[in-house]
């Protein structure tokens, strides 16, 4: 009875609007609806020259319709029966991206911005030594193993104070950022999987630059990780990445962007090799990739994207991984299926041209698949694809030269408020490999991680993950494939001390149960951390 009460009252009595307001997010304009109580009833469409948002609340008399910036034209704000409706015009070219919290509904518009220095809990262990084959963030990042064609990983949202954050000069942004780290972990620098503990202090200074151009956005970002007091030569060095993204509206039927990403280094062997076979026989490794895009809008529902993309990796000779290019091509036919979902089919086609160095390596693949995206439900958003791939590698050894199977890459984040959410990701793919006769190998993950808000203002990550490589050829000494199983966890805790300043410290553990002995290991790596800039409220918890 108290149940029925209580649905009859929120259905007399819907939520307040306390404010629309309009502002710059992460350097894109947006519309911002800020509510007393949960929003639970949000839906966006364009209709004609106005993109709508409708949300089941009420709006005093008093509430005004702000002054919009260009792109956007005009703000209205209007009453209705079924709640408020506030209706913003603006060019059909410009694309527009909605984000929910509990009490708030963000709309931005144009084109995204390039992430700031990767700096986040979950990206912390990205840096750790040994790396784990797949972080928190690994679905979908840079590093990750997924399906081609298949979407991005979806990324933490910031509050509208942080993307507000950094220094104006002009139409620029800039964010500069510094991290100075303790670590205290396990080695693996050997020609063998053995371990050894070391200490080492690590300095991450990043310069992150936002540049508007016209309609479009060129995102540039560069970060440093310099490492010292190593009891390893090989570990006191610097690792340098770099990456650029543009985005560019020509005209209202075409959206054209590009991408590129440099990396020089040891330790990120995610890097080198997406899947968690390299680990150990660590050389230094220059990372090249690059990758652009057009989308068609054909002013309904539907669109077309098609996509190129080249990545080239040298390592130095003697580590325990091999130089390669991969060539990618990928075209995708998508469909607008709700006010905040998109699907697409997508066909991808890789290739792996010869390597004197590593015929076995030689490798083309095909991939058809089916990618959903979007808002799920209130506060839970999700990013999957799905499909079936073919790989040839005809120099492998017997038994290994074709993969006939089901890949996929997906991830799921419930918000559970402004500073809580838990984010699950798993994936399937087929990955080059170095050991033995094989061409490749397949790797299958699953991954939990849980951010949440603890006492005296500190904020937890927990989270761990099942990995496993499973290889086509038998091995001689086992008369059998090889098969690596690999179980992590890890704990961390953070605290922000002002708007551009946070500590934390973070543990992890790795378990790599091979059933060839010689690749068993296992690891642990503590991080403590001082961060100093402009970072964003997710960075700092």
Do not use: C
Request: proline content about 7%.
């Amino acid at each position: 009875m108290s149940a029925i009460l209580i649905l009859a009252w929120g259905m007399a009595f819907p939520t307040r609007l306390l404010e629309v307001r309009s502002e710059s997010v992460e350097g894109r304009p947006a519309v911002v609806v800020v509510a007393a109580g949960l929003l639970e009833e949000v839906a966006v469409k364009r209709d004609g020259a106005e993109v709508v948002l409708s949300v089941r609340a009420t709006a005093p008399e008093s509430l005004a319709a702000p002054a919009v910036a260009a792109p956007l034209e005009a703000l209205r704000i209007l009453r209705t029966p079924g709640g408020v409706e506030v209706r913003i015009r603006v060019p059909p070219a410009v694309s527009y991206e909605v984000r929910r919290e509990v009490a708030r509904v963000v709309l931005l518009f144009g084109p995204a911005a390039a992430a700031p220095p990767p700096t986040s809990g979950g990206e912390l262990y990205r840096g750790l030594f040994p790396p784990s084959p797949e972080g928190p963030e690994a679905v979908g990042s840079a590093g990750a193993a997924v399906p081609p064609g298949a979407p991005e990983a979806v990324v933490p949202e910031r509050t509208a104070e942080a993307r507000r954050e950094g220094l104006h000069v002009g139409t620029l942004t800039f964010k500069p950022s510094a991290t100075l780290s303790y670590v205290d972990a396990d080695v693996s620098l050997l020609d063998t999987p053995q371990t050894v503990r070391d200490r080492y202090a690590e300095a991450r200074p990043a310069l992150g630059v936002e540049i508007p151009l016209r309609d479009g956005l060129l995102g540039l970002d560069y970060e440093a990780r310099i490492r010292r007091y190593s009891a390893f030569a090989a570990v006191n060095g610097v690792t340098h990445e770099g990456n650029a993204h543009l985005q560019y509206p020509a005209g209202t039927a075409l959206t054209l962007r590009g991408s590129a990403h440099l990396a020089r280094g040891l330790l990120e062997t995610t890097e080198v090799d997406r899947g968690g076979e390299y680990f150990f026989g660590l050389g230094r490794f220059t990372r090249k990739q690059f990758n652009a895009g057009i989308r068609f809008n054909t002013g309904s529902r539907i669109d077309l994207d098609v996509a190129g993309g080249l990545d080239n990796v040298t390592i130095d000779r003697g580590s325990g991984f091999f130089d390669y290019e991969r060539r990618s091509a990928s075209g995708s036919l998508g469909l607008e299926v709700g006010p905040n979902r998109r699907a697409s089919l997508v066909y991808a086609f890789e290739q792996v041209p010869p390597s004197p160095e590593r015929p076995e390596a030689e490798s083309q693949i095909h991939s058809l698949s089916g990618a959903l995206e979007g808002e799920i439900m209130p506060l839970l958003t999700g990013r999957a694809a799905a499909g079936y791939t073919w790989r040839e590698s005809p120099h492998a050894a017997p038994g290994g030269q074709r993969f006939r199977g089901v890949t996929f890459g997906a991830q799921l984040k419930r918000d559970f408020g402004r500073s809580a959410n838990l984010v699950l990701s798993a994936n399937r793919s087929t990955e080059l490999s170095a050991f033995e006769e094989n061409g490749f190998y397949v790797t299958t993950s699953v991954q939990a991680v849980l951010t949440a808000p603890l006492p005296l203002s500190l904020s937890l990550v927990a989270g761990g993950g099942y990995h496993v490589n499973r290889y086509p050829t038998p091995a001689p000494e086992l008369g059998a494939p090889r098969r690596d199983q690999i179980t992590d966890w890890l704990v961390g805790v953070g605290r922000s001390i002002t708007r551009w300043a946070f500590v934390r410290a973070d543990y992890r553990r790795d378990r790599r149960d091979s059933n060839i002995d010689f690749f068993d290991q296992h690891t642990h790596a503590f991080y403590a951390q001082l961060g100093l800039g402009f970072f964003g409220e997710a960075a700092r918890r």
